[in-house]
């Protein structure tokens, strides 16, 4: 009986040790040894510009030499006078929402299909538009187009919920770190992006404990993502997060097989 419970013991051992989370686990951006010395200053991020989406908030903002004149073009101004420019809920009413055609209606100028261009070109369009339709070169006329906040969710082994970073990049560590960070028991090295594109959803995955994340592509990410962090697999053996964990774990067993040892002698 002695041997097996000491088979026993050692085996429930080896399991809760095993299952202890180490720093390769939890500490961002670790050198594997694929960036050296010499290079490691070099790293730079790989990012695309976000292109507009279906259902994307639009803050248009247009300036010319005299104000009056572009007062009709600027919605969101007019009610920051009323209330405080600026938040989501404001933008929500008096922003330019692309429609499911990938249209905003654009005072005076009616419809202009944003859809797939990036702010700066949708800024360059309405400037065109403008000038073609209602101003002259010499109005001097300057148009600033903005993302109502760059707004994302997170889930899984970190704080659940959507959140709005003002913002036009952030990269995913700002955004985790926004978001409360992840909890010890998640995987880092296989963070999933759930990013939305116009012929559906994509799932992406980033290592966010190698350095050479840092030149992803999804790196910085896009209005609309869902950043998704699985459980590492140690959490699923019910074992505890640090040695000391572990270690009352370990003497917790021993100690009840130590009991039933003794209450099946004394039978």
Do not use: W
Not at 93 to 115: R, Y
């Amino acid at each position: 009986m002695i041997k097996q419970l000491f088979g026993i013991f050692c085996l429930v051992m080896s399991v809760l040790c095993s299952s202890c989370i180490t720093n390769k686990d939890v500490v961002y951006l670790q050198d594997k040894g694929h960036v050296t010395a010499s290079d490691s200053l070099q790293i730079q991020a790989l990012s695309k510009p976000y292109r507009v989406q279906v259902n994307d908030i639009l803050s248009i903002d247009v300036k010319a030499l005299d104000e009056e004149l572009v007062a009709i073009f600027n919605p969101t101004t007019s009610s920051s006078n009323n209330g405080g420019r600026g938040s989501e809920q404001a933008l929500y009413f008096t922003g330019f929402t692309v429609d499911l055609h990938g249209n905003i209606e654009f005072p005076i100028l009616g419809e202009l299909n944003v859809l797939g261009y990036t702010v700066e070109e949708i800024e360059a369009m309405v400037k065109r538009e403008l000038l073609a339709q209602y101003f002259k070169e010499t109005a001097q006329i300057f148009v600033t187009v903005k993302l109502a906040g760059l707004k994302y969710t997170t889930l899984g082994e970190m704080s659940a919920g959507t959140h709005v970073i003002y913002r036009d990049r952030v990269n995913i560590l700002e955004a985790i770190a926004n978001a409360g960070d992840i909890r010890v028991t998640g995987d880092r090295k296989d963070v999933m992006i759930i990013r939305q594109y116009p012929q559906g959803q994509k799932i992406h995955h980033i290592d966010l404990t190698d350095i050479n994340a840092m030149k992803s592509e999804f790196y910085y990410i896009q209005p609309n993502d869902i950043i998704l962090v699985k459980p590492l697999k140690r959490k699923a053996l019910g074992g505890g997060q640090t040695a000391v964990q572990n270690l009352t774990t370990i003497v917790s067993v021993f100690s009840v097989l130590v009991s039933t040892y003794f209450i099946i002698q004394s039978l």
